[in-house]
């Protein structure tokens, strides 16, 4: 088993699931008492916010290449970003290391290409969903990527930061996100890509009429396929 390094901490409360899942994985495939060997990173993610608030990419990137470093010192054998809003700076913390760094967005990607879903809704931080740092991985694949209307941007902008990061759940956030998601629907989305790590703390496939792609699951099921060598 490979031993999987894990840049976590933005924020701990989805890098938690990345750790859950990754350990399910490996115990549904390899037995009731194996899990899995990883190294977790966990970085303070206020510093990283400020940076991301005001625009400082590149402070907020040399955190991220240190964590990726010390993990490769600790002898982790790729590094999975546990946030899809810090893939903003992804190539500089791929070039900081010479293990493998897998990229949440090709994990999105292939599902969706799998599942015959081209034309995707993409929910995530206004970083995510403004920006094409996701966006033109996604539409390298194949697929056509829809994002939320400015209005409705801000809103679920504002309730990542301000409720999901800091482990708030509510009714009426949960509403929110699916008027954006039947906004998408009838835009022409044939699923939602969760792009942001902490979003399917809140909506689940029952709370949604399209397909759930959620990045966090799928990331963390990418990190066990390298892992065990698939």
Not at 38 to 58: C, I, K, N, T
Not at 67 to 78: K, M, P, S, T, V
Not at 112 to 137: I, P, S, W
Request: hydrophobic share 45%.
């Amino acid at each position: 088993m490979r031993t999987i390094g894990l840049i976590g901490g933005m924020s701990w409360e989805s890098s938690a699931e990345y750790y859950r899942i990754i350990n399910q994985c490996v115990r549904d495939r390899l037995g009731p008492l194996r899990s899995a060997q990883l190294l977790m990173y966990s970085v303070d993610f206020g510093p990283v916010e400020q940076a991301q608030h005001a625009g400082r990419w590149d402070d907020a990137a040399l955190i991220l290449e240190a964590a990726a470093r010390r993990l490769q010192a600790g002898g982790a054998e790729c590094v999975v970003l546990c946030t899809n809003t810090m893939h903003l700076v992804a190539p500089r913390i791929e070039a900081a290391v010479s293990i493998p760094f897998l990229h949440i967005a090709n994990a999105a990607g292939a599902a969706a290409v799998q599942a015959g879903t081209l034309t995707v809704g993409l929910l995530g931080t206004a970083f995510t969903m403004e920006q094409d740092f996701l966006k033109a991985r996604l539409t390298a694949q194949g697929l056509t990527v829809l994002v939320p209307e400015a209005q409705e941007r801000q809103a679920v902008h504002r309730i990542i930061y301000e409720e999901l990061c800091v482990g708030v759940m509510s009714d009426a956030s949960r509403k929110v996100y699916q008027g954006v998601i039947q906004s998408l629907a009838a835009r022409g989305a044939q699923a939602i890509i969760l792009g942001c790590t902490e979003i399917s703390l809140l909506i689940k496939p029952e709370h949604s009429d399209l397909p759930l792609l959620d990045t966090t699951e799928l990331h963390a099921k990418a990190a066990v396929a390298f892992a065990l060598q698939d």
